[in-house]
């Protein structure tokens, strides 16, 4: 069987810790399950700063990267507060893939009592934008990638991914008439075709 391959996308916003964000890219990827049926396809330094998303046109790099690949679903993590336009482009194109979308907890305070990461607020922006734009995804929640939430909505997702890349194309057949009388037998022909 062919992996899963599920494209991650680093969300980071300038002026946030910089050293942060790509220590917290990191941990996702280090907290994410290995195996040979999942390959996580991401960004690196040599496309992208830090190997982070933070603008358009790493946004438009980081797409063209992700269909090359041709991935399954995407998840969008804020490593820091998370450049929304950014984060939403790739959505976008990527609309019609199983999307998830987490923020990573806060860090601790800089020596001048600064936040190194605001990635909540990111998190609601990024899916305030995705809400507006009717782009359907999961929330992974707020959470340190070695929490055990973050793993267990991170393995509901790639089974998620599963299903829906072998669902894509099926062709459904029924055998003889609805049976009559038995409203719980019904079952949309539009949208089983969209």
Known sequence: MEPIKIGFVPAHREPFDENWAAQMRQ???????????????VPD??????????DDNESEKVIGFFREK????????????????SAL????????HP???????????????????????????ISSGL???QIRFAFGGIVFPEEEKFQA???????????ARGFTGARI??????????????????????
């Open 27 to 41: 941990r996702c990827l280090d907290a994410f399950p290995a195996g040979p049926l999942l390959e996580i396809i």
């Open 70 to 85: 041709g991935i399954d679903g995407l998840i969008i993590g804020t490593m820091t507060f998370g450049d929304e336009v």
């Open 153 to 163: 909505a991170v393995m509901d997702f790639i089974r998620v991914c599963a299903i």
């Open 99 to 125: 999307i998830l979308l987490f923020g990573t907890k806060e860090g601790p305070f800089t020596a001048d009592g600064n936040r190194r990461s605001d990635s909540f607020c990111g998190t609601l922006s």
């Open 131 to 133: 809400h507006r734009r």
């Open 89 to 96: 482009s790739v959505a976008a194109a990527f609309r019609d």
């Open 45 to 54: 330094k040599r496309l992208t700063k830090s190997g982070c998303v933070r």
């Open 173 to 194: 057949g029924l055998v003889g008439p609805r049976p009559e009388r038995f409203e719980t037998c019904i079952f949309s022909e539009y949208l089983l075709m969209r």
